[in-house]
């Protein structure tokens, strides 16, 4: 497991190019809270590499270890707003500018979820 008090930056590539991209915080010690921020590259790119993005966040060993969720995400990026709701409970979003405010609650991993490779294309940086 990485240290959950290092920025993690994570991306997904159509080939070489840079689809979508995240930034990761996690408080201090287990039960915390993550942070993350969302970006997504202007343009047409196949569909699900936003939701690959969310999952990939998702999946990080000290975002499993929090509890709660604070993602900043591209207002009218339903894509991942979707999936963070399908990925999260409690959920509840705001506009803030250009953005999108989630606030959730982070379940417990599953088993079924444990120790599924990442998708290809995806690339913690």
């Not at 196949?46 to 993005?53: C, D, I």
């Not at 982070?106 to 990442?118: F, K, N, V």
């Amino acid at each position: 497991m990485s240290n959950p008090d290092t920025p993690r930056h994570i991306e997904v590539k159509d080939g070489d190019q840079t689809v979508a991209a995240a930034d990761v915080t996690t408080a201090e010690g287990a039960e915390g809270t993550a942070r993350t921020s969302l970006h997504a590259a202007s343009g047409h790119f196949p569909p699900g590499s936003r939701a690959s993005l969310v999952d990939a966040v998702m999946d990080l060993p000290e975002v499993q270890a929090s509890t709660r969720l604070e993602a900043t995400v591209p207002l009218g990026d339903g894509e991942a707003l979707e999936r963070l709701r399908q990925r999260t409970k409690d959920a509840v979003t705001r506009p803030a500018g250009s953005t999108a405010l989630l606030d959730a609650n982070i379940p417990p991993p599953s088993r079924a979820e444990a120790g599924q490779p990442p998708d290809r294309g995806i690339t913690d940086a």
